[in-house]
């Protein structure tokens, strides 16, 4: 299924969508999350409320698009899909229905089935994903959830962050879940430290640390989804910036001094191609080989961005300081986390 998506978002865009919504699914059921992760799938997709209820009426939840809870029963006016056992999984869509609508509910309704299908005693199993990555929970509370999946203290884990329409040629072992962040929602793994062979695009894999630490790497592997490029960089690990991905995860752009002179760089269509191989050359001869230019139009691209910046950008600190505003120009152009817009 993952490999038909970019032939034919091509082709048809509405019908690339309905293909990516059971492809997601698909990938759902495949990391075994639990009902209140594939609700907030559902929600996120379709953009508003979803929900699901058992049959015998013990267990019932409704989440919000952003995947947060929402008590009370549902409305009285929802698109309902009926499952076995007078269960019901439904979407709370005020106005006319989209039309992926039926097929969001339709595979919706297809996973929760699964999911209770697989439990013998129909016993839903806690988000110990969550909360061993919550920085609000105390150490004893994620320390106890990472024990529950099995995770063991003393040895090195990774967060591995995705969106929801990410393509998994291989899926990693390890706990999964779907969990709301401030820039969308995300599929997310926990890895061991030495998981080589991870497949996916796009996709943020944060720094190794101690269960302790699972909400610090969380962190850094959004800002490395944030900063992927795919096709040419699916998958961003959060290592080969060193420490710059978690200074850019506790800082906010609002400290950048050279936010609107970045702005008014990359608009030039030359830019973003041009700062990145002059960040990463050791001298502009050999940026102009990489770029398969002139030397002389590279220098002269060179001293266009001085002249913008107002400091020689490849002079010492100033390369770090032209790289740190880079990266936080990508992360706020960064749309790697913007779900495809409804079809109306």
Known sequence: MQELLGRIAKLDPEASLGLRVI???DELMAGEVNSHALASAAAALAGCPAGFRGGDG???LRVDSGGVSIPGDRPAEVAALSLPNDSEVWLEREDVALPNDELILERFGLAIGVRFGLERQQLETPRDVALALDPA?????RSAAAVRLGLTP???YRVLAAPLFAVFEKRPAGPTDVITSEHGTLQVVIVTDDTEDIAVTPAGLGPSGLIGELPRSLRAAVVALRLSRPPEEGLVRAENFGGLVELLAESSDTTDPDAALIEQIMDSPWAESTVRVLLEAPTI????RDLGLHHSTVQSRAEQ???CLG???LSGYNRTRLGISVLRWRLRNSRVLELPGPVR
């Open 23 to 25: 492809a997601c699914f």
């Open 58 to 60: 013990s267990r019932q």
């Open 137 to 141: 929970a105390t150490p004893e509370d």
């Open 154 to 156: 003393g040895s090195g």
């Open 285 to 288: 001869r050999q940026a102009a």
């Open 305 to 307: 961005i001085e002249r």
């Open 311 to 313: 400091y020689d950008p």
